[in-house]
Structures are given as structure tokens and as C-alpha cells.
């Protein structure tokens, strides 16, 4: 159950903070939602609001640590660059084209009314990597001879990728922007957790045989994964 939002005031800078109760939890826990730029604290079912805060404020100079690590958000706005595929590209606006979204020279385009830009871009991008992504998947299923189910594009908060029991893998579609050698770890991680759904010694043998360097891959995403995070934040 997540409880209305709060917020916490560090160095004259606001930043929501959600509060959640989970029937598990044991004890008060603090995380850093990087794409809001806020907090999320996880609370036991006997911890009050009051309480929760309490603990927030007790931990202020974490926060204000996370926050002074937290890159700046890009907007989708005409003039911002953004990379796609490892490319760095320029969002032009195109308000007189009919064309929807595309790729020119060192430019996303963007035709159609400035209102529309942010929701084009992403319905764009996100259309993108399914069409990177999936076929990817579908490849190293294959290396490995096992069937693959549903591969679907998400806009998950902070993970990568996801992959259930059943075979359905799931992907966000910030990983677009990421190079795409980089993209072929975060695939090669999923589709290894098709042969075993853990993260043990012949997972990681398994990842190594799709994707060699997937250490300095994972690597890339370790200290540059925030930046992606933060695509398309106001």
C-alpha cells in the first residue's frame, strides 16, 4: 500500500518522498528514486507517518548526499541533445512537418504541435527499442536453444530488465539511449535468466557466453545508468 506523498526541503531543493507499507517488512528502509528525484521509505505495517518522517530527517545527510549525486534531468525539449543508439542526436522541432518522428543527420525530428513533442518522443523512442531489442532476444534464445515468450517494453522505474518464470522478459525503453553493446548485456542478462533464474556461478557463465565483456558493460550502467534514468524528466 503506498501512502500520499510527503516531501523533504535539503539546501532550499524539494523532493517527493513516497511512502509505502509492506506487510514483510521489518524494519524502516530508505531508497533514492532516481528518475523522480525523490525518496522512496518502506515501512513496516506498524510504523506510523510520524514515525517514518522522523526516521527521514535522522538520515539527512545521506540525502543530501544522494541528491549532490544525482545527475540533472534531460527533458524532452527542442534544443536538448539525446543519445540514441550510442549516437548523440539533437531534438529539432519541426512544427510545419507532417512526418511524426524521425531520425536526420545528427537530429531527432519532431513535427506537429510543441504540446505533443515530449509524448511523440517517447512513444518514438520506446517504439525503437522494441524493434532493437526483441530481435536481440529472439538471437541469443536461439544460441542457446531455448524458447523465448513474451518480449515487451516497459517504463520501469529503475530496473533494465525483467524476466519471469513463464519466459516473458521485459525491457525499459531508456536502454535506447544506452550504446548498444550495452544493450546486448542488458539482453544477455534476461535471456541467460531463461536457463537459470538466479544470479549464481553458471548464470554468469551463461551471460559470459552471449555477451564476453558483459563486466564492463555492466560496468557502463553502473556509473552512467542514472543519466539514462533521468530522460524525459521535467
Excluded at 110 to 116: E, I, K, N
Excluded at 160 to 180: E, K, Q, T
Excluded at 197 to 221: I, M, Q
Aim: with cysteine; glycine share 6%; net charge positive.
Amino acid at each position: 500500500m503506498t501512502v500520499p506523498a510527503h516531501s523533504i526541503l535539503i539546501d532550499g531543493r524539494e523532493a517527493p518522498v513516497e511512502l509505502r507499507r509492506l506487510a514483510r517488512a521489518r524494519r524502516i528502509t530508505l531508497a533514492l528514486d532516481t528518475r523522480s528525484g525523490g525518496f522512496r521509505l518502506t515501512l513496516p505495517p506498524h510504523v506510523g507517518e510520524r514515525e517514518a518522517m522522523a526516521f527521514l530527517k535522522s538520515q539527512n545527510e545521506w540525502v543530501r548526499r544522494a541528491l549532490a549525486r544525482l545527475p540533472d534531468a534531460t527533458p524532452f525539449a527542442d534544443g536538448v541533445m539525446l543519445p540514441i543508439l550510442g549516437i548523440d542526436r539533437w531534438i529539432r522541432h519541426c512544427p510545419e512537418a507532417k512526418r511524426g518522428v524521425w531520425l536526420e543527420d545528427a537530429s531527432v525530428c519532431v513535427s506537429g504541435d510543441g504540446a505533443h513533442l515530449e509524448r511523440r518522443l517517447h512513444d518514438f523512442l520506446r517504439r525503437l527499442a522494441e524493434r532493437e531489442i526483441a530481435p536481440r532476444a529472439v538471437e541469443m534464445a536461439g544460441r542457446l536453444s531455448i524458447r523465448i515468450g513474451r518480449v515487451s517494453i516497459r517504463d520501469q522505474k529503475s530496473r533494465w530488465g525483467s524476466c519471469s518464470a513463464s519466459g516473458d522478459i521485459r525491457f525499459n525503453w531508456r536502454l535506447i539511449c544506452a550504446p548498444p553493446e550495452v544493450m546486448d548485456y542488458v539482453v544477455a542478462h534476461e535471456v541467460a535468466h531463461l536457463v537459470h533464474l538466479n544470479h549464481s556461478p553458471a548464470f554468469w557463465r551463461v551471460v559470459s557466453s552471449l555477451c564476453p565483456d558483459w563486466r564492463r558493460h555492466r560496468g557502463w550502467l553502473r556509473t552512467s545508468g542514472a543519466v539514462l534514468l533521468r530522460l524525459g524528466s521535467a
